[in-house]
């Protein structure tokens, strides 16, 4: 069965640590930046987005950003994207 599978990508949601966090404008409002989105595309490469909350409070529109190009949060996506392959594998099947 694996073999006629098709996974498109697989994602893993990461809390950026307060230290890493960052700011970012658009559409003229500042977000603080929270969580990555990491997928795992088919080519074994890695993708990121962020996500995050505006500074002025409220629910704000879920917009994504481009992930600054800095060794911590490359690392942090790496380190992160490792932990969760460890996890994947263990699976247990379905509830």
Known sequence: MSGDLEVSAAAINVTI??????????RGETFTLTTLNVRLLPDGRLAAKAYGRPVAGGRG?????PVPDRPELAALIADAASHAATLWSAHRGLG
Do not use: I, K
Not at 61 to 65: D, I, L, P, R, T
């Open 17 to 26: 640590p307060e230290a890493l966090r960052w700011t970012d404008t658009r």
């Open 61 to 65: 529109a879920y917009v994504s950003f």
